[in-house]
């Protein structure tokens, strides 16, 4: 693959190949000033007849990705650069179902309860049952209406 031409998604011609490190393309572009960039092989396609390599990430993509530095992938940074799931860190649960404190995965009724509120289905219940609003039950209590706020409306 070394030497290939390398086209991005847009159809712009990047540079060409000249090495594969670690499942990593090195990519050189520039005519004077030339600049190397890592593109991980999960982006490129090979087409062996025409010694091209396409790529699914446009040209700027790849001219805003970190440089090589003395030869050597900062291949955590290339993985962020590209939304590669390898640029994060595991999350703390690890699947096992076991969410910590401060865990934004928490439900709002979960958060209520912390707090010391009452969660929102227990709020309902006792709404239909009469339970938070005990003025309504009272015969001089307003309900509402437009007569019952104008004088002589009932």
């Known amino acids: 693959m070394e030497g290939f031409e390398v086209v991005t998604s847009d159809d712009r011609k990047l540079g060409h190949v000249v090495e594969v490190h670690d ?6 572009h520039g005519l004077l000033k030339k600049a190397r960039h890592a ?5 490129a396609h090979v087409a062996d007849g025409d ?13 805003t990705s970190p440089k090589l530095e003395n030869g050597s992938i900062d291949t ?15 999350p703390e649960t690890e699947g096992y179902g076991e969410l910590l404190p401060d ?19 227990k709020e309902r219940a006792e709404i239909r049952e009469g339970g938070l609003e005990p003025e309504r039950d009272q015969a001089d209590a307003p309900t509402g209406y437009l007569s019952d706020r104008v004088r002589g409306g009932r």
């Open 103 to 121: 865990d934004p995965a928490l439900s709002a009724d979960q958060d209520a309860f912390r707090a010391g509120r009452e969660p929102a289905d």
């Open 23 to 28: 499942q990593h393309l090195i990519v050189e």
């Open 76 to 90: 955590q940074a290339v993985a962020e650069h590209y939304g590669l799931a390898e640029g994060t860190p595991a």
């Open 39 to 43: 593109v991980p092989a999960a982006f």
């Open 51 to 63: 010694r091209t390599v396409r790529l699914s990430v446009s040209k700027e993509i790849v001219e």
